[in-house]
């Protein structure tokens, strides 16, 4: 297990450590929260510019609420995943292999369990409300896309709930928007852990306590963007990350540990069968494709809330946003833990954020035909075996396998090793699979597999190695493999003399 490099705990601590490497925009000017906030977070993650942080919000003024936008998208070119590696404890620099493997790795170690610590002192019981002091629209959230059905405040937060035999605990992000003053329309869909932990609180005749809190440590909304199993509880599994329990304290009306720092906490319970309005909302895939519809209605019981409080906000649409950045990432760490533990020769996977969950690519180890004595279409069955099967999968509709020569994280070597390395048959190139686990937001889904959660798979064979012998393999020609040693740092050294910049 690694050393911890930089255990951030805190949102303010986090956005602190941006500020130093230039990665936030402190925004003073008076921004609108109906429609003017999500485009300017919009247009930073268009530009990968500093993700701003409004201070001035119209209609709220002297309030002291801020928000945060694309708290987790991509950087400029310095350090494209530093908001992500930060989250995670490792250097700004980092990259992708680097954080999927860190990820990976904690999943092989026993989780560490939080630390309760005692309300007094924790930031989030600054402020606490109850009864008729509860006013969701106190807060500036925002009214994000254009087409939304509403404002919603839960984008980038955590989700907690407990089964009714409190036996599991789990950490999730799924999005809400304000109904009322006092209540939250919320997607729980039902094949998702929170949606199972809420049937077994229906079956059992009574609502489903929960907590969402909100500007958590940013290591939170990696792990609640995570497929972990069923069972496993995702604030144990962010200890095992850093190697110590992240600090809780007890919610004030709900019987849940809630993170001690977080900036708003909105405690309350999921009524069994009454549903309000709630939608569009502009989704992942980038489309504005949803509808509005009937979902479950979360009754606000107490708000507790940091001095000054600081909402984290994400405008989903095309990539690069935060699902992509934070699910796609801890996805393929749940896949590669998941391919490691079958034995497979997986180096590393990655969904290339660009196709907005819908493309995993996977490493594979150069030597693996001479170490498996398999053909690439028997290594393409067994990974399909690991990967098809489960909920990590569920955004892995098309799965390239490339051998680990090529960066799966640059996006221009994935689409060449595609485009040269896949035989176009059916026999070779590419491996169709019967209906499994998948988000019902694709837009190519039809009707029924959008409400069954269910549709077919692809994987994509761009292996070479049983193609061709040790010796004569394709290599390529680039700038690293073309020429010698020699020459490469004689071109490096002169590139100035050359008249480059």
């Known amino acids: ?25 402190t925004i003073d000017a008076e921004v609108d929260w109906n429609l003017e906030v999500g485009a300017v977070i919009r247009r930073s993650y268009d530009l990968r510019a500093p993700a701003p942080l409004f201070t001035r919000l119209s209609g709220y003024e002297d309030s002291g609420f801020r928000l945060f936008g694309a708290p987790a998208a991509l950087s400029g070119p310095a350090h494209p995943l530093a908001r992500l590696a930060l989250s995670v404890g490792l250097p700004a620099d980092s990259t992708g292999q680097q954080i999927v493997a860190a990820l990976a790795d904690a ?53 907690i709930v407990r089964t009714p035999d409190g036996s599991w605990t789990n950490w999730s992000i799924n999005r809400m928007m304000v109904h009322d003053k006092a209540s939250l329309a919320c997607l729980l869909p039902r094949t998702q852990q929170i949606g199972i932990i809420r049937s077994q609180w ?30 496993v509880d995702e604030s144990h599994y962010l200890g095992a990350i850093f190697g110590e329990g992240i600090e809780l304290v007890p919610a004030e009306t709900v019987d849940l540990l809630v ?26 895939p980038g489309y504005n494709a949803t509808e509005q519809s009937a979902k479950a ?38 896949i590669l833990h998941l391919l490691r533990t079958a034995g497979l020769p997986i180096s590393s996977a ?10 995993l690519t996977l490493a594979v180890r150069r ?5 498996t004595g398999l053909a690439s279409h028997e290594l393409v069955a067994k990974v399909a075996e690991v990967v098809l099967g489960g909920p990590a999968a569920v955004h892995a509709p098309k799965t390239l396998l490339v051998e680990d020569d090529i960066d799966i994280t640059d996006l221009n070597e994935v689409v060449w090793a595609f485009a040269t390395r896949s035989h176009p048959d059916v026999d070779r190139g590419e491996f169709h699979y019967p209906p499994a686990l998948t988000d019902p937001l694709a837009i190519y889904l039809s009707e029924p597999e959008q409400h069954g959660f269910k549709a077919g798979k ?29 020459i490469q740092q004689r071109v490096l050294a002169r590139w100035s003399a050359y008249g480059y910049r």
Request: charged residues 20%; aromatic residues 8%; negative net charge.
């Open 297 to 334: 209605v979360l009754h606000v019981t107490a708000i507790t809330h940091c001095d000054n409080a600081i909402l984290p906000v994400v405008a989903a649409g095309p990539p690069v946003e935060e699902d992509d950045t934070v699910t796609g990432t801890a996805s393929a760490a749940e």
């Open 107 to 159: 999943r092989a170690v026993p989780g560490i369990p939080p630390t309760v610590v005692d309300r007094a002192g924790a930031p989030c019981k600054q402020n606490i409300l109850r009864g008729d002091e509860i006013d969701l629209f106190a807060f500036p959230t925002p009214f994000i896309h254009g087409n939304d059905g509403g404002r919603y405040i839960q984008t980038f937060g955590t989700n």
């Open 367 to 371: 030597d693996w035909h001479e170490t």
């Open 202 to 231: 229906t079956a059992a005749g009574e609502p489903m306590p929960i907590a969402v809190a909100l500007g958590v440590e940013p290591g939170l909304a990696v792990v609640g963007g995570m497929p972990l199993p069923e069972g």
């Open 1 to 25: 297990m690694r050393d911890i490099v930089n255990h951030i705990t805190s949102l303010r601590d986090y956005i602190a450590e941006l500020d130093k490497l230039g990665e936030i925009q």
């Open 259 to 284: 993170p001690a720092t977080a900036e708003v906490v909105i405690e309350g319970y999921v009524s069994i069968e009454e549903t309000v309005p709630e939608g569009p909302f502009n989704e992942y």
């Open 350 to 359: 990655w969904y290339n954020p660009e196709a907005a969950l819908h493309w």
């Open 458 to 486: 692809v994987i994509y064979n761009c292996l070479l190695a049983d193609l061709y012998p040790p010796e004569k393999r394709p290599a390529k020609g680039s700038f690293e493999n073309g020429w010698p040693v020699e």
